[in-house]
Every structure is written in structure tokens, then in C-alpha cells.
């Protein structure tokens, strides 16, 4: 395994262009292929020298400074399945989530604060320009709610200035670019890590080429998901991680899974014209893998055990990777698509 892998450092080039995809136009250069640069889409390693340099002058910095060096430890294991296996969090990066309202955006992240603040991390919820019934479970999940940037500054140049921070910012501090000078002023301190999620109350992001600018990770929130009430509901094909903390075999499991959903996806509207009695083998096959996998990435959540009655469940990585691997290549026929829903990993149920 390659123990490590280069990437753009969004968050410092973020807070020396904040209009990046404008400046970035200016000066000669695709605002997509920054945006794909940015989101990973195409890895950096494959990006033209012009362009980073570009980059870097449009920074005011040198190519070295735009590029992170990053090693797999800085992957930050949450435990929840379809997270680790399609978009993992990476430590000091920007997660946008894109959801419409009630697709449980405020859930997720509440789980996320659950989960890592007994795990070394500090957890601040910055309190949102608009007023939402659903933020009650961040709120009691934050070790500090905020009532501006100012109060964060202060906090993390002091009492936890050590600390690795865990930090929920909604988008209209991004529009008022509230957070963009924030992260500017930030430069000049010693933090000793700070992840940010962007959320939208305003359910707007979906709509919005770049919702939150250039991002390293993209949680986006299917509504297929949410119809079936299958939890959480993040979308497999949409939601990617720029920083490339699996390791070659994670990778090519991780490609192998969305491929799968990616076909179950297409059969499953066949099937409702067609039926599947009209299926060849091979899509019934397809199929049923397709519907077992998108079962097994339910899972209870900690914060939701008072709504749902059931206990929350926290997946190991290599517990979840030889799952995946399971349902991808072997028969499983004995098991039901219905008995892997809202389930841990595959020893609990087969
Ligand atoms: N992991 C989960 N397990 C069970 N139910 C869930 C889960 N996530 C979300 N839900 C359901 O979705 C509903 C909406 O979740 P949430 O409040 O997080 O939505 P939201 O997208 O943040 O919406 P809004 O911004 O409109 O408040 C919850 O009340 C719950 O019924």
C-alpha cells in the first residue's frame, strides 16, 4: 500500500482566492477543471503543471505551499458505513453537505458530533442566521454553540488551542463570506486541526453549481434514499472525497460498490416497467447484489435511539471493507435484501 498521496490544499487556497471560481476564469483556466481539481475528481496528479501554477499565483504563494502531502493516518473513521466506504472524512478538510430539507442533513452531523467528540475532538455548532426545529440534536451534541466567528476565534487561539476541532458552519455564513475571511484570519494561528461541514438550512444547495465553493469532500443527500426511508441517505455515486485516504484494495471495493448501485439504480426503473420475471439472469443477479448493498448501508444511528427505539451501531473500517468485499463476490443467497437493513456489519446478521 502506498502510505501516501498528494492533494490540493483547498482550505489554504480557499482563503487566499475567495472567489476562486471567478479569479480562476480570469486568469485563463477552466472553472470546472479547478472545481474537479478542487472536489478530486481529477486527482492532482493529474492536473497540467500550468494550471497549478496558475493556482499558485493567483494565491500569491509557491506551487509547494498548494500541495498537501497527505498520509492515511489523517483519515478519521466515523464508523458509519456508506461515510467510510464513499466519502471518508479527512482531518482539516471542508465537507459540504447537499441536501433539501428533511433529508436528515442536521442528523448526520449530529451522529458525526456523537460519534468524535469522546474521541478527541471538540465539537462547535456556529448558530445559524435562519431558526430550524431539527437543530435541537446538533446543538445538544456541541461542545460549544457559537454566537458568531469572532467567539470561535478566540476559543481556538486559547482554551483549545491544542485541541482538534470539529466545526458546523451553515451556508449562509458562506454566502455573506463570513467564513472565508474567518479562514483567512485563521492562517495566522496555530490551530492544531480544524474540519469544517458546511450545512444548508435553506435546502437551496442542491440547485447551485458550487454551493460552497471549492470543497474536499461532498456528503450530497439522495432523495431515493429518504423515499425508501433508508438512512443515512447519502448518495453513493454523488458523494466523493478528495483525499484519497483508502488504500488500493479500499479503492478498487469502493469503485466495485458504486458500480453495483449504479446498475441496481438502472434495473430497479426497469423493473418497474418491465417486472422482473423479464430480466436475464444476469440482471436478476445484479439486481438482488445491487439490493443487498444498499440494505446493508443502513444503519441506526446513536443520537436517533429515542426516535427509533433501536440501538445505534458503530462498523469498524476492515469489518466494513470485508463486507463489502462479501456481498460483491460472494452468492449470500440464504439472506434476505430486508434482514441486512439498519444492521452493524455482516457477523450480526448472518
Ligand atoms: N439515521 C436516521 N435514522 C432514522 N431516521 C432518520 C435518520 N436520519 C434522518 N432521519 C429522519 O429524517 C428526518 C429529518 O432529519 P433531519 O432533521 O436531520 O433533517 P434535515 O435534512 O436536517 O431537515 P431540516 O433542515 O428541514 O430540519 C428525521 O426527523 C428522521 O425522521
Not at 451556508?171 to 495566522?188: P, Y
Not at 458550487?210 to 456528503?219: E, H, Q, S, V, Y
Not at 443477479?285 to 439490493?291: A, C, E, H, L, P
Not at 440494505?295 to 451501531?313: H, M, N, R, S, V
Request: net charge negative; glycine share 4%.
Amino acid at each position: 500500500m502506498d502510505p501516501l498521496t498528494i492533494r490540493l490544499n483547498t482550505t489554504f487556497l480557499r482563503s487566499r482566492v475567495p472567489n476562486l471560481t471567478v479569479a480562476a476564469k480570469n486568469a485563463g483556466l477552466r472553472p470546472a477543471t479547478v472545481s474537479n481539481l478542487c472536489t478530486g475528481k481529477i486527482p492532482l496528479g493529474r492536473a497540467e503543471i500550468r494550471t497549478i501554477v496558475l493556482l499558485a499565483k493567483l494565491a500569491n504563494c509557491s506551487v509547494d505551499d498548494l500541495i498537501i502531502i497527505e498520509d492515511y493516518s489523517k483519515k478519521i473513521e466515523t464508523g458509519i458505513k456508506t461515510i467510510d466506504l464513499f466519502a471518508p472524512l479527512v482531518l482539516n478538510s471542508t465537507v459540504g453537505l447537499i441536501a433539501r430539507p428533511d433529508m436528515g442533513q442536521l442528523a448526520l452531523l449530529a451522529e458525526v458530533f456523537h460519534r468524535l467528540k469522546n474521541n478527541s475532538f471538540k465539537t462547535i455548532t456556529l448558530t445559524p442566521k435562519q431558526e430550524d426545529p431539527g437543530l435541537k440534536d446538533l446543538l445538544h451534541e456541541s461542545d460549544y454553540i457559537a454566537a458568531g466567528f469572532e467567539e470561535i476565534a478566540v476559543l481556538l487561539s486559547d482554551e483549545w488551542k491544542n485541541k482538534n476541532i470539529l466545526l458546523v458552519v451553515d451556508r449562509a455564513h458562506v454566502i455573506s463570506g463570513e467564513l472565508g475571511d474567518f479562514n483567512q484570519n485563521l492562517q495566522l494561528k496555530e490551530v492544531l486541526s480544524l474540519t469544517t461541514f458546511l450545512m444548508d438550512l435553506s435546502g437551496e444547495a442542491p440547485d447551485e453549481d458550487l454551493p460552497f465553493g471549492p470543497l474536499d469532500t461532498i456528503w450530497q443527500f439522495d432523495a431515493e434514499l429518504v423515499a425508501q426511508k433508508y438512512y443515512p441517505a447519502i448518495h453513493p455515486l454523488f458523494s466523493i472525497s478528495e483525499s484519497y485516504p483508502l488504500d488500493k484494495k479500499q479503492n478498487r471495493l469502493q469503485q466495485d460498490a458504486r458500480k453495483t448501485l449504479r446498475r441496481y439504480r438502472e434495473l430497479r426503473a426497469l423493473y418497474a416497467i418491465r417486472g422482473y420475471e423479464k430480466m436475464s439472469k444476469k440482471e436478476k443477479n445484479d439486481f438482488t447484489r445491487g439490493q443487498k448493498l444498499e440494505a446493508y448501508l443502513t444503519q441506526p444511528f446513536f443520537i436517533a435511539e429515542p426516535y427509533t427505539g433501536q440501538k445505534g451501531c458503530f462498523v469498524k473500517i476492515v469489518a466494513l471493507f470485508n463486507d463489502i468485499n462479501k456481498i460483491l463476490t460472494e452468492d449470500l443467497a440464504e439472506l434476505e435484501a430486508s434482514s441486512l437493513l439498519y444492521k452493524g456489519d455482516l457477523d450480526t446478521v448472518v
